[in-house]
């Protein structure tokens, strides 16, 4: 963990595999225990992250292990995470994201995630994929 100008961070580096998402809900854990989070942010955030690492794990290289990492960051306003990972393009607009049908089994990840968040975003460079979430706290600390 850094400090930085009221910034803490928390990373994870992984491939991504079995435990990831148990790894992921840990980091968050982390983070939410060294500093005062309302549950107002801290269930959201955790949601839309989770969200996001699902669909890395499920998508980015058709469930097969591929190279990722998460940053977290607890601002005094928001709370920032970012994945990067080495998998394949999504193929995503987030401009026409919305929940699918109430009989729908699936799709519906990215919705919440956006639900939740302040802020989303998705590109790629380089060969890598780059997701950006941030959600403004509720009572800054």
């Known amino acids: ?14 491939v991504t595999g079995a435990d990831t998402l148990t ?3 840990a980091l968050i854990e982390e983070m939410m225990s060294a500093g005062r ?7 959201p955030f955790e949601i ?12 980015a290289a058709l469930g097969q292990p591929v190279p990722m990492s998460l940053r977290l ?9 970012e994945f990067t990972d080495e998998g394949r393009p999504a193929r995503v607009d987030l401009g026409t ?9 699936r799709g519906r990840g990215l ?10 975003s998705y590109r ?15 009572e800054p600390t």
């Open 1 to 14: 963990m850094a400090t930085d100008a009221g910034a803490r961070t928390w990373t994870l580096t992984t």
């Open 97 to 105: 994201v919305e929940l699918p049908d109430a009989l729908a089994e």
């Open 111 to 120: 919705a919440i995630a956006m639900a939740a968040l302040d802020e989303l």
């Open 73 to 81: 960051r607890a601002l005094p306003e928001r709370l920032e995470a």
């Open 37 to 43: 989070v309302e549950d107002a942010d801290r269930f």
């Open 124 to 138: 790629r460079q380089g060969g890598i994929n780059r997701w950006m979430l941030a959600r403004e706290r509720v």
């Open 48 to 59: 839309a992250v989770a969200e996001i690492a699902a669909n890395i794990i499920e998508h």
């Open 23 to 25: 790894d992921v809900h």
